[in-house]
């Protein structure tokens, strides 16, 4: 028996030139979590991460709190879809900037489409495969986990493979799957036991670093 830990990168850079990096408030939030797991005696057998830059940032915010070495295992079937290129592919564009609230609106109500036609086979984005594809590659990554390992393992992931990964294992419809994506926080944990032959779900975007009042401002979605 053992413990799968999937994370979320702390926050990144929504609205600016370059999502993919943390802001200062995902660096803080990552180092947080490695504080928490630190005082309570936490540690890991084995790290997967994807190959994108605010998974390896995150983990590396997470190792510095908890003090830990370990080496991540780097696996592109652990990074996001492209949100942009789905967006694209329903030729729609949001009207105002990403960084305004109602350009945040827009973002995730075409995001939140684009993604239920894609899992529909509905669209073809460019430089993305199918849906199933990426299913597949999440899928993967579990099955390697109940062989390979026992004790504790950690995955640094991102909103999409960590809600995918639990519509596989409790079973749900791909349009469930994309509501957990989109209600997954930042640095938020999800806990799945597991053996040779299947994962179980024991929480889902918890975050138990972040308690205390004055750490209200530091949730975040994006």
Do not use: C
């Not at 949100?83 to 729609?92: G, K, P, T």
């Not at 036609?117 to 495969?129: D, E, F, K, Y």
């Amino acid at each position: 028996m053992g413990t799968l830990y999937l994370v979320r990168h702390g926050q990144a850079s929504f609205g600016s030139d370059d999502y993919d990096r943390l802001s200062p408030l995902g660096q803080h939030q990552s180092q947080r979590l490695g504080e928490h797991w630190r005082a309570h005696g936490l540690h890991f057998d084995a790290v997967y991460t994807g190959t994108l830059l605010r998974h390896r940032q995150t983990w590396a915010g997470i190792a510095q709190g908890l003090g830990s070495s370990l080496e991540p295992h780097e696996w592109p079937e652990l990074n996001e879809y492209d949100s942009a290129a789905l967006i694209d592919a329903l030729h729609a564009h949001p009207s105002a900037p990403a960084h305004t609230p109602q350009g945040y609106r827009e973002h995730f109500r075409l995001l939140r489409d684009a993604l239920r036609q894609w899992s529909a086979g509905v669209l073809t984005p460019r430089g993305m495969g199918s849906h199933a594809d990426f299913v597949a590659g999440v899928n993967a990554v579990l099955e390697r986990v109940r062989t390979l390992h026992t004790g504790r393992v950690l995955v640094v992931s991102s909103g999409g493979p960590i809600a995918t990964a639990v519509g596989q294992v409790l079973g749900t419809t791909p349009e469930t799957a994309i509501e957990l994506n989109l209600r997954l926080r930042n640095t938020a944990l999800t806990e799945f036991d597991f053996n040779p032959k299947r994962h179980t779900l024991v929480s889902f975007n918890t975050l138990p670093h972040l308690t205390q009042p004055e750490q209200a401002a530091w949730v975040s979605y994006a």
